[in-house]
């Protein structure tokens, strides 16, 4: 029997069998609830699959020009927006 918040009834008798039904409900419904340590590895296995977005993502494997160098500065943009699509996968 699930659990009646309208039970028991304002000024009714009490009784042992309604009253035993009620808090039985109420302890399964607990029961199943998730717990604090449910929530907190479900969190981080969350948590732990965000840098994997990132993983196809390569490195430049180039040194910075000591001048303004076009290539190398569209080759830095290029890979900024390889990143940032792969961040929002």
């Known amino acids: 029997m699930p659990f009646d918040p309208t039970k028991p009834a304002n000024n009714s008798p009490a009784s042992s069998a309604e009253m035993r039904s009620q808090l039985t409900s ?5 029961q199943q609830r998730a ?4 929530l907190n590895n ?3 296995n969350a948590l732990a699959q965000t840098s994997n977005n990132s993983n196809s993502v390569g490195t ?3 040194g910075a020009d000591g001048s303004y160098n076009q290539s190398q500065m569209q080759d830095v943009l290029n890979k900024l927006d390889e990143l940032i699509n792969a961040l929002r996968r």
């Open 26 to 30: 109420l302890n399964a419904d607990i």
């Open 35 to 38: 717990t604090i340590n449910d």
């Open 42 to 44: 479900a969190i981080a």
């Open 60 to 62: 430049l494997s180039q």
